[in-house]
């Protein structure tokens, strides 16, 4: 067959013989492998480039000579059992505010983790984004034959969220959950909620409600209101909230309304749950507890964007009050969070979307944070990602920690979760991945 033939009409192409449908096949299938031995040459030739450049920079940050790619790493536990101990250290000696009953998490250990996995961990952390995304596509196409480990798989969907490329997150969330047979993770793009405020970062005032959510909730809702005059992002916990009132219902609807009135970032922690309890202490039909429980309900589905519940629930709310149903408003600047088993809202602090070129700013402020308090938990929850060189600076300034100092790196996305391991902050730190 001529060169040019492959751009006549399709009527006047031959069929192929079987003969040049199998050569056809062996060269696709070579074709996939220069691809993929090309990113890798990318990916080892980017990690030289990033020894050299901070080589260059190790006087700013270690004034201690830096390993070659390859050859060391920061301090890791020699063996898998002192990563073990390590990770599974009690925190129960915590202050209040920290966290207790943690075995129920999942925490990452300091096993070395699979080449491929490293290199587009530092591929990503550098902004090479489209080499990263190409090779965990292939990544996850080999796992899937082998149905085998789910690390890449969770690695490209959160890529895809932060990249905001949902039809793609779609699409592998079909072949997750055939290749798995379990429920694929949820669509929440934290990239466009990063973006509300890019550059804070600091302590995360937290209202964390527990027990009967009744009027005696007021004081707390009056302090987060008071300190959301200084404060872009707020936390709300509802996840130990084990009885609920309608006056607290009340509180709490007038609270939230006036926080997304003043456009602030709301982190909401168990609010599927509490929906749920509010659901079932309702009835059509029934007006004994007056409209504030319907109400919470319906403004905690909007925040969470279920539209179609939402407008369910309005409909039984219309018919149950006689009175035009809500409409709902997409949410604005609103992120879930999972609950977790604590025994008091932790004094977390919240870094920013994106750390890279250098800690600045972020650097006195985590040592402030580290002055006033003994324990140490970083919200990990709008960091989208940090590049190589910071990630090595802030592992310098947490090793210069007294030892014993506790350090916990919470709701992690599993690209920066993969650099943090590679870099050995397991060492150093329990690292909690979110759960997928």
Known sequence: MGLFSIF???DTLPPLTDDEAARLAANSE????QQAARQRE??????????AIESAMEADIFNQPEPAWGSQRPPRPATAATSAASNDDDLGDFPTTLLLDDEALPVVTADDSAPVVEEIAILYANGQQAVAQAMLAAAVAEANRLNSDRTTWWMLFDLYQVSGQQAAFDNLSIDYASTFETSPPPWNAPAALAAASPDWAGLTPTAALAGALDQHIAPQLERLRQL???NPVLRLEFSRVTDIAADGCALLLDALRQLQAQQRELILVGAPA???RLRDGIAVGRRDDGEAPWLLLLELLQLQNREREFEHTAMDYCVTFEVSPPSFTPPHKVAMAPAQHVSASPDRFMLPPIIENQLGALLPAIQQYADEY???VFDCSR???IDYACALQLHGVLAGFEAGRKIAFRDVNHLVTALLRLLG???LARIYPHKY
Request: no cysteine.
């Open 30 to 33: 070579v074709e996939r492998q």
């Open 8 to 10: 006549k009409k399709a």
């Open 374 to 376: 003994p324990a140490l």
């Open 425 to 427: 902050y397991a060492s």
């Open 228 to 230: 959301a005059v200084d």
């Open 383 to 385: 960091l989208t990602r």
């Open 274 to 276: 509490l929906a749920t």
């Open 42 to 51: 990318i990916a080892r030739a980017t990690a030289m480039k990033i020894d």
